[in-house]
């Protein structure tokens, strides 16, 4: 079983910056892949980004690739989404989650959720 508590999110200006953070507690040794999603109103869970459990490969979706940064401390179980150039469509509720299964863009794939965290980009 995984755990996640996600923070960061609050209002920034349009070309700004913040860095999200999804602090982990398991007792399962197997490391899972750790993805972002983010849910706009009105609007479906959509793929952000993701960092397999090799803490090395990495995806994005189009729409943040070169904005936005995911990294993984595996000492601190911790993963981190730096987020810059903010645009106001970035504005929704950001969801860190973890997964044992692949691919890892596969919101399905995902069992373990944060509670998530308001990201607000003003123009």
């Known amino acids: 079983q995984v755990q996640l508590v996600d923070s960061g999110g609050g209002l920034v200006q349009a070309g700004g910056s913040l860095r999200l953070s999804c602090a982990a507690s398991t007792r399962t040794i197997m490391r899972p892949h750790m993805g972002w999603f983010r849910q706009a109103p009105g609007k479906e869970r959509e793929f952000v980004a993701a960092?397999?459990?090799?803490?090395?490969?990495?995806h994005y979706a189009a729409s943040v690739k070169g904005r936005f940064t995911i990294s993984r401390d595996n000492a601190r179980n911790t993963v981190y989404l730096q987020m810059d150039t903010l645009k106001p469509e970035d504005t929704a509720v950001y969801y860190c989650?973890?997964?044992?299964?692949?691919?890892?863009?596969?919101?399905?794939?995902?069992?373990?959720w944060g509670q998530g965290t308001q990201v607000t980009v003003s123009s």
């Open positions: 960092i397999l459990s090799d803490g090395v490969t990495t």
């Open positions: 989650a973890a997964a044992f299964r692949s691919p890892a863009m596969t919101s399905d794939n995902y069992s373990y």
